[in-house]
């Protein structure tokens, strides 16, 4: 019952290390989800955290996103969490309009919710929604200066295709290398 009680109250999981150096620890993180799953099926914050992980380690993303639905069955109001899981879920996938969909839930709950604001930026900078996406992103880093490093650390990061051939990339990646960052993600 303790190590019950101990993954119930606090998994641990790495969410300060890039991704791809942590495999065994993500995959432990998963098992404990799943452990505190089994123990408690109407746990919708390890449903939420399990969706989290699999979309930092992008694997089983269906999983994922699924897992972020069923916390969001289990907990239907306020689980801002679970919804800015699920729209960073979307993304991987490469739902966009999913993505926005769900990050605009979040933040009708909560408006100054950073990561789900940064989230959208990228989604709508995907979409070629430009302006929309840099006021965002800076709306973003002006309520958590350290968003878009902490997200990059996921892989959630402006790049590529993304920025190709437009200025708003320009204006929104000089926003991003503009400060120094430190911090976990919320």
């Not at 800015?84 to 991987?92: E, S, T, V």
Request: with cysteine; hydrophobic share 40%.
């Amino acid at each position: 019952m303790i190590v019950a009680m101990r993954i119930l109250q606090k998994p641990t999981f790495p969410t300060t290390a890039p991704f791809d150096s942590n495999a065994a620890a993500y995959d432990q993180a998963i098992a404990d989800y799943s452990h505190a799953i089994a123990l408690d099926p109407k746990y919708a914050l390890a449903y939420s955290n399990r969706c989290w992980i699999g979309v930092v380690v992008a694997r089983q993303l269906q999983r994922a996103l699924s897992d972020c639905d069923e916390a969001l069955r289990i907990e239907p109001q306020n689980n801002v969490k679970a919804l800015d899981n699920r729209g960073f879920a979307y993304l991987k996938l490469e739902r966009v309009d999913d993505a926005i969909k769900s990050f605009d839930a979040a933040l009708k709950i909560d408006p100054k919710f950073p990561s789900s604001l940064y989230g959208r930026g990228l989604a709508k900078m995907k979409n070629g929604d430009r302006e929309s996406a840099a006021v965002d992103m800076a709306t973003a880093k002006a309520i958590k200066s350290n968003v878009a490093e902490v997200l990059a650390r996921y892989s959630f990061k402006l790049s590529g295709p993304i920025l190709a051939g437009n200025n708003g990339g320009a204006i929104v990646n000089s926003m991003i290398d503009s400060d120094n960052y430190s911090g976990t993600r919320n």
